[in-house]
C-alpha cells in the first residue's frame, strides 16, 4: 500500500474507530455504575442524620379520600418486612412502624428490581415524603410516584433514578423483626401492610400436592386452621417457588397481610416463612343435631303481608351452632324444594326463639323491634299459607315439618292463610311428621278443623315470645 493509499484509509475508518472507543468506554462506565448500584457493598448506602417527624397514624390521617401529593418537609421511618429475594414480591416494599408489636404499616412502589441487597428485611429506613404521592388501595396506603389511569390519579413506581431522593436507609443493623401471633378468626383486627404469623393452619386437603402457585399465574391457595377459620394466601406465578409442592403436615405460617376490599391475604417471602412439621388437625366436629329445634310459629297477617315471619323456637339446655342447618319451603303442592335459608352463620341460645323475616324494615315498623334474622321476599319466610316447611339438620336430616309435602295447604288442616300457625306450648320437641293436634291454626276459612280468624298485625301475632 502507498502512503496516499493509507492516509485514505485511516481518514474513512477515523470517525469510526474513535466513535468505538468512545463506546466502549461508555459501556464500561454503565456496567460499572451498575455493578457498583446494584450489587457492590449495597449496605454502604446509609444515612446517620435522618429522624422522623411525623407517625403512621398522623400520615394516614392527612388522606381524605383522594390521591395527592405531599407538600410539606416530612420524613417517615420504619422496619422492612418484605424481601423480593425469591421474586414473590415485585416493586414495592413493606414496611412497619416497630420491629415488634406494630400499629401499622406502609407500602412504597419502586421501580428497582433485587431492592433486597439495598432493604434487607429488618432495615431501618427513613423516606422523605415531600414530592411523593400518597394514596389508599385495597384498603392499604401507599407512598410513591403517581400515573393517570382512566381520569384517575393512583400512586405508582418510584422511577429507578429518583429513589436515592426519597428512600434512605438507616446505618443501624438490620432489627429482628417479630410478626405478631394472630388467630384466622381476628385477622380483620390486625392492622394491613405488617407481619404476622398464623399457628395450627394447615393447607386443604384438595390442594395438598399441588404446586404454590400456577407457571405466571397470580394464584390463591386456602389453608384453614384447626377451628376451620379459613385463611388464604396469595403466590407469584413468577416466585423461585411456583413449581413447589403444597405440604400436607400443619404448622406456622408467616407473611405480610394484605387486603383486596372483600378478603385478607398473606404474602409469604420464601418458603422459610412455613414451619409444617406437625400432623395434621384432628377433624374438627362443629355440626350438631337436635330435635329441641322447631318451627314455633308461622304468620301471613291478613292485613300486612309484609309483615310475614317465621319463628323458631329451641327448647335445649346448652347454645345450638346452626352450622349446617337450613329451613326450606316447598310452595303450594310442590314436591320439588322452592327455596331454603341457610342458618349456618347462627347461634340459639337454650330456650329462646330466633326470628326470620323477609321485609325487615317493615317488620320492625309494624313490631317494634327488628328480626334476628333477614332474608329476601319468596324464601320460607314469605309463605302466603297455603305452604309447607321443613328443618334441615346438617346431615341432611329432616327434623320438623309444617304440612305435607305435596299437598297444597288450601282448604286442609294446615292452611294459615291471612292468620297463623302457633305450635301449642307443651311442645318441646320437633316431629319431623306433620300433627296437626300439635298447632293452632287460624285462617280466613276455617276449614278442616282450623279457627276462621284472620289475624292482624301486629296485635294477633307474639313473634319473639313462645306463647
Known amino acids: 500500500m502507498n502512503l496516499l493509499s493509507k492516509y485514505i484509509t485511516y481518514d474513512l475508518f477515523a470517525p469510526i474507530i474513535r466513535a468505538s472507543i468512545l463506546l466502549g468506554i461508555l459501556i464500561v462506565?454503565?456496567?460499572?455504575?451498575?455493578?457498583?448500584?446494584?450489587?457492590?457493598?449495597?449496605?454502604?448506602?446509609?444515612?446517620?442524620?435522618?429522624?422522623?417527624?411525623?407517625?403512621?397514624?398522623?400520615l394516614m390521617s392527612l388522606h381524605e379520600g383522594e390521591t395527592f401529593q405531599i407538600q410539606d418537609d416530612l420524613i417517615i421511618e420504619g422496619y422492612v418486612i418484605s424481601s423480593d429475594r425469591d421474586n414473590n414480591f415485585f416493586s414495592v416494599i413493606?414496611?412497619?412502624?416497630?420491629?415488634?408489636?406494630?400499629?401499622?404499616?406502609?407500602?412504597?412502589?419502586?421501580?428497582?428490581?433485587?431492592?433486597?441487597?439495598?432493604?434487607?428485611?429488618?432495615?431501618?429506613?427513613?423516606?422523605?415524603?415531600?414530592?411523593?404521592?400518597?394514596?389508599?388501595?385495597?384498603?392499604?396506603?401507599?407512598?410513591?410516584?403517581?400515573?393517570?389511569?382512566?381520569?384517575?390519579?393512583?400512586?405508582g413506581r418510584l422511577p429507578a433514578g429518583v429513589i436515592d431522593d426519597?428512600?434512605?436507609?438507616?446505618?443501624?443493623?438490620?432489627?429482628?423483626?417479630?410478626?405478631?401471633?394472630?388467630?384466622?378468626?381476628?385477622?380483620?383486627?390486625?392492622?394491613?401492610?405488617?407481619?404476622?404469623?398464623?399457628?395450627?393452619?394447615?393447607?386443604?386437603?384438595?390442594?395438598?400436592?399441588?404446586?404454590?402457585?400456577?407457571?405466571?399465574?397470580?394464584?390463591?391457595?386456602?389453608?384453614?386452621?384447626?377451628?376451620?377459620?379459613?385463611?388464604?394466601?396469595?403466590?407469584?406465578?413468577?416466585?423461585?417457588?411456583?413449581?413447589?409442592?403444597?405440604?400436607?403436615?400443619?404448622?406456622?405460617?408467616?407473611g405480610v397481610l394484605i387486603s383486596d376490599r372483600s378478603n385478607r391475604y398473606l404474602v409469604i417471602?420464601?418458603?422459610?416463612?412455613?414451619?409444617?412439621?406437625?400432623?395434621?388437625?384432628?377433624?374438627?366436629?362443629?355440626?350438631?343435631?337436635?330435635?329441641?329445634?322447631?318451627?314455633?310459629?308461622?304468620?301471613?297477617?291478613?292485613?300486612?303481608?309484609?309483615?310475614?315471619f317465621v319463628e323458631l323456637y329451641y327448647s335445649g339446655s346448652e347454645t345450638l351452632s346452626l352450622k349446617g342447618w337450613s329451613l326450606v319451603r316447598y310452595t303450594n303442592a310442590n314436591s320439588d324444594l322452592s327455596s331454603i335459608i341457610d342458618l349456618s352463620d347462627y347461634y340459639i341460645e337454650p330456650e329462646s326463639t330466633m326470628v326470620i323475616s323477609p321485609n325487615a324494615t317493615e317488620f320492625e315498623i309494624?313490631?317494634?323491634?327488628?328480626?334476628?334474622?333477614?332474608?329476601?321476599?319468596?324464601?320460607?319466610?314469605?309463605?302466603?299459607?297455603?305452604?309447607?316447611?321443613?328443618?334441615?339438620?346438617p346431615f341432611g336430616n329432616v327434623i320438623d315439618t309444617f304440612g305435607r309435602i305435596g299437598e297444597d295447604g288450601s282448604g286442609t288442616d294446615h292452611e294459615f292463610e291471612d292468620g297463623r300457625a302457633v305450635r301449642l306450648p307443651e311442645v318441646l320437641r320437633a316431629n319431623s311428621n306433620?300433627?296437626?293436634?300439635?298447632?293452632?291454626?287460624?285462617?280466613?276459612?276455617?276449614?278442616?278443623?282450623?279457627?276462621?280468624?284472620?289475624?292482624?298485625?301486629?296485635?294477633d301475632f307474639s313473634p319473639g315470645i313462645r306463647d
Open 94 to 155: 413493606y414496611f412497619q412502624d416497630r420491629s415488634t408489636n406494630p400499629t401499622a404499616g406502609l407500602q412504597i412502589e419502586i421501580d428497582l428490581r433485587e431492592s433486597h441487597l439495598f432493604y434487607p428485611v429488618g432495615s431501618k429506613i427513613f423516606i422523605k415524603l415531600k414530592g411523593l404521592y400518597f394514596g389508599k388501595s385495597n384498603e392499604q396506603y401507599k407512598l410513591g410516584a403517581t400515573f393517570e389511569s382512566f381520569g384517575n390519579t393512583s400512586v
Open 269 to 308: 417471602r420464601d418458603l422459610n416463612d412455613l414451619s409444617f412439621t406437625n400432623d395434621r388437625c384432628e377433624e374438627l366436629i362443629d355440626e350438631f343435631t337436635s330435635d329441641q329445634l322447631f318451627i314455633s310459629e308461622l304468620a301471613d297477617p291478613d292485613n300486612n303481608s309484609g309483615a310475614r
Open 166 to 254: 426519597y428512600l434512605f436507609k438507616s446505618c443501624d443493623a438490620p432489627a429482628e423483626i417479630n410478626p405478631v401471633i394472630i388467630s384466622v378468626a381476628d385477622i380483620e383486627e390486625a392492622p394491613l401492610g405488617t407481619l404476622v404469623r398464623f399457628d395450627r393452619v394447615e393447607f386443604l386437603e384438595n390442594e395438598v400436592g399441588e404446586p404454590f402457585a400456577i407457571r405466571e399465574e397470580e394464584t390463591v391457595r386456602n389453608l384453614i386452621d384447626c377451628n376451620d377459620e379459613d385463611l388464604k394466601i396469595l403466590n407469584s406465578g413468577y416466585s423461585d417457588f411456583q413449581s413447589e409442592v403444597i405440604p400436607n403436615e400443619s404448622g406456622s405460617l408467616t
Open 366 to 393: 309494624v313490631y317494634g323491634f327488628p328480626a334476628d334474622i333477614s332474608v329476601g321476599t319468596n324464601t320460607p319466610a314469605d309463605s302466603n299459607g297455603d305452604d309447607n316447611l321443613q328443618l334441615i339438620d
Open 434 to 459: 306433620f300433627n296437626a293436634a300439635e298447632w293452632q291454626i287460624f285462617n280466613d276459612t276455617g276449614d278442616s278443623g282450623t279457627i276462621n280468624q284472620p289475624q292482624i298485625a301486629p296485635s
Open 29 to 58: 462506565f454503565v456496567l460499572n455504575f451498575a455493578c457498583n448500584r446494584e450489587f457492590e457493598n449495597p449496605s454502604d448506602f446509609c444515612r446517620e442524620n435522618l429522624s422522623a417527624n411525623i407517625s403512621y397514624l398522623e
